[in-house]
């Protein structure tokens, strides 16, 4: 079997930190890095997927590209605007695309009972999200902590997350830390999620990358990479 070739989009702490998993790995090579002011056509013109972790000022690029090239795309990304986010919706019309504010297996379990709980609970329990983060974190609250926020709204039939209490604290160089309480006066349930390091973040995006390439066009999420029979 041939490996497959990846692309990265950013050279930051996320992008580095993949680059240097793929190296180790059989299945995987490395096509190249995308820096700013590179020639992103001519990287993914040697690529089967890329993964994008740059910004979202990257990421309007990444898009572009992946549609003019026909790549397939794994985005981890947060803070888009609405604009880049009709974008991103509009890019899976062409290929399959993996868009997810948070790549951990923890995280996608969390999501689901966290989903079950509010659909359970509904709006009588007040529900709060706090997250840490490392200071160099940019976007606040995390998108981890919104995409958990729009799960509870839509399972209690909200159409906006306007009810729901955000705490953000940007402390050291924690790679991210979240926490969802539901509470009355006379019951609290809490779910937790902390992880050590971003190789779980890194593992997650290589597992996605993995799974699709041979999708269908599409816009998808861990929930489908991981849980989808
Ligand atoms: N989904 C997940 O599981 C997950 C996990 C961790 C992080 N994230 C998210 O992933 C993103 C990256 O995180 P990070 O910690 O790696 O950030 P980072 O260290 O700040 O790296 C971002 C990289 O993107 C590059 N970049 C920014 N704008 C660009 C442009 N217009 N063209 C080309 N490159 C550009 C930056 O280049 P310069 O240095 O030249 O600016 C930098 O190398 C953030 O949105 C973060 O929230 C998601």
């Not at 041939?2 to 680059?19: C, H, P």
């Not at 981890?76 to 919706?89: E, I, N, P, Q």
């Not at 996608?108 to 659909?119: C, I, K, Q």
């Amino acid at each position: 079997m041939n490996s497959i070739r990846i692309a990265i989009a950013g050279a930051g702490r996320m992008g580095q930190a993949l680059a240097a998993s793929i190296d180790g790995l059989p299945d995987l090579v490395l096509a190249g890095v995308w820096h700013r002011g590179a020639d992103l056509d001519a990287l993914l013109k040697k690529a089967d997927v890329v993964i994008d972790f740059s910004l979202p000022q990257g990421t309007e690029a990444v898009l572009a590209a992946a549609i003019g090239n026909q790549v397939p795309l794994v985005c981890g990304v947060s803070g888009l605007d609405d604009k880049l986010t009709r974008r991103l919706h509009e890019a899976a019309l062409h290929l399959p695309l993996v868009y997810d504010r948070n790549m951990s297996l923890g995280i996608a379990v969390l999501e689901r009972s966290v989903r079950e709980a509010a659909t359970t609970l509904g709006t009588a329990f007040e529900v709060v999200i706090a997250e840490v983060h490392h200071v160099h974190k940019k976007d606040a609250p995390s998108g981890t902590a919104l995409k958990l926020g729009e799960a509870v709204a839509e399972a209690r039939g909200e159409a906006s997350t306007d009810r729901i209490k955000f705490e953000s604290e940007r402390r050291g160089e924690v790679p991210g830390d979240h926490q969802v309480t539901m509470r009355t006066p006379t019951e609290t349930l809490a779910f937790s999620h902390s992880v050590t390091t971003r190789q779980v973040f890194v593992d997650g995006a290589l597992r996605a990358a993995r799974w699709v390439v041979g999708q269908p066009p599409g816009l998808y999420a861990m929930q489908d990479v991981l849980f989808r029979p």
